[in-house]
């Protein structure tokens, strides 16, 4: 299995920056994908923005121009920079690996941003 430790998350204004981390420690296969998901109280858990082992990204549109996905496969880590955040961004943001075999949740991190 695959263990995913988020980290980064906190309070900003609307407007400000945060980058997320998540570092992925297991038994991790080179052919993968990682993601961050969101979860707002009382909604379900949505896809913010997806990279590949081959470098190929997917965004919500509600990000797009604003986040960006990356990840460095030597440290086995994946960050979500996060520029321009609004209110409604205020959510548990939770990393996820998925392999051939299996997939991995992290135990996510909370941002917060106020107006």
């Known amino acids: 299995q695959v263990q995913l430790v988020e980290s980064g998350g906190g309070l900003v204004q609307a407007g400000g920056s945060l980058r997320l981390s998540c570092a992925a420690s297991?038994?991790?296969?080179?052919?993968?994908?990682m993601a961050w998901y969101r979860q707002a109280p009382g909604k379900q858990r949505d896809l913010v923005a997806l990279?590949?082992?081959?470098?190929?990204?997917n965004y919500a549109d509600s990000v797009k121009g604003r986040f960006t996905i990356s990840r460095d496969n030597a440290k086995n880590t994946v960050y979500l920079q996060m520029n321009s955040l609004k209110p409604e961004d205020t959510a548990v943001y939770y990393c996820?690996?998925?392999?051939?075999?299996?997939?991995?949740w992290g135990q996510g991190t909370q941002v917060t941003v106020s107006s």
């Open positions: 996820k690996y998925t392999g051939p075999y299996y997939r991995s």
């Open positions: 990279i590949t082992s081959g470098g190929s990204t």
């Open positions: 297991g038994s991790i296969f080179s052919i993968n994908s």
